[in-house]
């Protein structure tokens, strides 16, 4: 669309006062912040669809339901195939302390588990004793047929730091730290001393370790691994082959362990039913719309659509998606006949290691060589403070000029940093940058992301913040737009890399991984 220049107009648009030169730009700002489609389809992904776990029927549910999203606004949209995994339905979970009296316990089965029947399976806990040598473990073990074991060390305080820091003398909040560090300390050792210890988190053996367990008759896994705030865990996945493992919330996890250190003999029973079903087909649902001069050229909007269900991945990354899918709505009714053309690709198991995005790109050569900008979004909800140029030497130049078309109630939240260096890992920009593609993480305020919603059971509808969102629909429209129309390709000339103070040779730039696209993970 060819650019119509306007005197410079104030336009009062809600909060929002735009010296605006081009009725594109005005028309995004207009329809965002007065047609937003956002809340509704946060609900329908988050609360209709669901998690969306790879390999799980919702996953498949959430692709054709993006896809038949983009086609109700007159959006080509497909699913792509490109691998297969590990299939399994999550079902019900309940948990209920049995003795030494009654309560109904916190938790959820972690993903991949093994289901339980109706009555599910009932034992005594047993947490872990001193194992001062691999023997003391081999010698313990038989104690744990027919019993359900505690996994993760018990925590001293369910507090967050924040928390002690508003209200404890300086003194208790020292001395709690220091307890806590001796106590992870010695837990680490502990299961060091077993010879299976997990070197990566504290909660728990590795894999082997539980194969032991598991081979020792233990009827259930018990695991906590709490995120550092009020009642919010982790939750990844199980490795057991036939007994459920389940992750219990801190409070309830502590009493138990408690109780059983204490001598109580607590039991519970674990119903933790779910269907492992047979390898399925995994997709990547891609969006277009068509580009009329240059249509070989592609600007791309990315995000991935799959994340872990201990909740309903509002922030990682449903709002990366809504955003971008809110995005491609907005220019298909404003700038239909955009110069290049403007893909939305919707990544499967960014979670099990960017593996969407890289199949894409193993799979398009022709279009990853004629990518303008890849924008990418996924670490939360929060409106986009920060741009960096991932060591692309003239990002600035470009990513400046289109920035430049942004309001700048936006912009004036959003720090740059050009040309900055490349990101081997993190999400799905990375995949494009170890192919020499520009590509740029919109990145975030935290919104408490990395402690309270990322990869948590509390990660849910209710954490969305709205108008930060609305906020970042405005800025990814108006730069897709520019660098649609932009007369320029976006030079992909890369930084010299820096040297590496620890080897004293320049630093590589990140080299391409390829999908996992088997069953396997
Ligand atoms: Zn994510």
Known sequence: MKNVIHICIALFLGNFIVFAQDPVIEDIVTEAQHNSQLERLAHELMDVVGPRLVGTPQMKNANDWVAAQYGKWGITAKNEKWGQWRGWERGVTHIDMTHPRVQTLKGTQLAWSPGTGNKGVSGEVIVFPKFNHYYDFKNWLPNVKGRIVMLSMNQPTGRPNYNWEEFATEASFNAMKTERDSLIMAWKQNLANTGYSNHRHVTGLNEAGIAVLEAAGAVGLVSS????????????????????????????????????????????????????????????????????????????????????????????????????????????????????????????????????????????????????????????????????????????????????????????????????????????????????????????????????????????YDKIVFDDLRNNVILTAILTYMASEDPERASNKKIDMPIDPNTGKQKPWPTQKFAKRGEGY
């Open 225 to 460: 691994y709490w995120s550092g705030g009020f009642g919010v865990n982790k939750i990844f996945r199980a490795s057991t082959e036939k007994i459920p493992t389940i992750d219990m919330e801190l409070e309830d996890y502590t009493m138990l362990y408690r109780l059983a250190a204490y001598g109580d003999t607590p039991e519970i029973n674990i119903v933790a039913k779910s269907k492992s079903l047979k390898a399925v087909p995994t997709f990547n649902t891609i969006a277009e719309i068509r580009g009329t001069e240059k249509p070989d050229e592609y600007v791309i909007l990315s995000a991935h659509l799959d994340s872990w269900d201990g909740a309903t991945g509002a922030t990682d990354n449903g709002t990366g998606t809504i955003l971008m899918m809110e995005a491609m709505r907005i220019l298909k009714a404003i700038y239909p006949n955009p110069k290049r053309t403007i893909l939305a690709g919707h990544w499967a198991f960014e979670e099990g290691g960017l593996n969407g995005s890289r199949a894409f790109i193993e799979d398009h050569p022709e279009i990853v060589k004629n990518i303008q900008v890849v924008l990418n979004q996924d670490n939360g909800t929060g409106r986009i403070t920060e741009i960096m140029g991932s060591g692309f030497l003239y990002a600035s130049d470009y990513l400046g000029r289109w920035l430049s078309a942004v309001p700048e109630a936006v912009t004036q939240h959003i720090k740059t940093d050009f040309p900055g260096t490349p990101t081997g890992g993190r999400s799905d920009h990375s995949s494009f940058i170890a192919v020499g593609v520009p590509a740029f993480r919109l990145s975030a305020l935290d919104w408490s992301y990395s402690t309270y919603t990322w990869h948590t059971n509390r990660d849910t």
